[in-house]
């Protein structure tokens, strides 16, 4: 039996399992998983397989378009979440006393 030099060993996708690549079906490449996660963007709401339109609900591949594509295209997320500014809680410290308080004339307080 012949033996085969290192990086030969090629699946049938492409990808080279001895230098610890697999396929990834969602992101239609080669990856390492230790890496790159085999999953959908987090912040992805819409997703792009390179032939038909899907929708992503809580990270799960949701309804798809049923297209016939003559040719396969690069998987991508079509929509993004839009961010949303992060709300920081709001502290009330206890603020000083005035030394010199503010008298309105026209109320009549100081007068």
Not at 52 to 73: A, R, S, V, W
Request: proline content about 12%; hydrophobic content about 35%.
């Amino acid at each position: 039996m012949p033996v085969k030099p290192p990086g030969s060993d090629f699946d049938l996708n492409g990808c080279i399992a001895s230098a610890g690549y697999v396929w990834c079906d969602i992101l239609g490449k080669c990856i390492r998983s230790w890496i790159t996660a085999c999953a959908y963007p987090d912040n992805c709401l819409g997703w792009y397989d390179g032939c038909n339109t899907c929708n992503i609900i809580n990270g799960e591949l949701g309804g798809c378009t049923k297209m016939m594509c003559f040719q396969q295209g690069i998987p991508e997320c079509s929509v993004f979440a839009p961010e949303v500014p992060s709300i920081m809680p709001i502290i009330d410290y206890p603020r000083p006393i005035d030394p010199y308080p503010v008298i309105n004339p026209f109320i009549g307080d100081g007068h």
